[in-house]
């Protein structure tokens, strides 16, 4: 194989590595929404961040944990818009989607708060 096919194909094979990371501010933005998904007091825990099913999307795998409770596995797929790629469009948990006034709200008065930085649980 001749240096410029090897040059080649470690740039495809580098280019395919970060095909597989999901945005860090989208990452970000999703792990900020994760606070309002939980009861009150309840610690989370992200165990995983990984792309989404939709194209422009995150999948924030996370535990739910609660004095006197066993951990709680959880998951939330944040969903981004083509406006900007941190504009969140859609939120869905394993309990179902946020609606539309709640993600209207959660969008405009709370992740871009310093208490929503304050409750960030971190990329795990």
């Not at 469009?89 to 708060?113: F, I």
């Amino acid at each position: 194989m001749t240096a410029s096919r090897l040059a080649a194909l470690a740039a495809l094979m580098s280019l395919a590595a970060c095909a597989g990371n999901p945005d860090a501010e989208q990452a970000r933005t999703c792990r900020r929404a994760l606070p309002t998904l939980v009861p009150a007091g309840a610690r989370i825990t992200v165990l995983r961040t990984a792309p989404g099913p939709q194209e422009r999307s995150i999948r924030v795998d996370f535990s739910q944990e609660r004095e006197g409770r066993s951990p709680l596995p959880r998951y939330a797929v944040c969903e981004f818009s083509g406006m900007s790629r941190t504009d969140l469009s859609g939120l869905t948990s394993d309990r179902g989607p946020v609606g539309g006034a709640a993600l209207y709200l959660l969008k405009h008065y709370y992740l871009d708060t310093p208490d929503a930085a304050l409750a960030d649980p971190g990329p795990g």
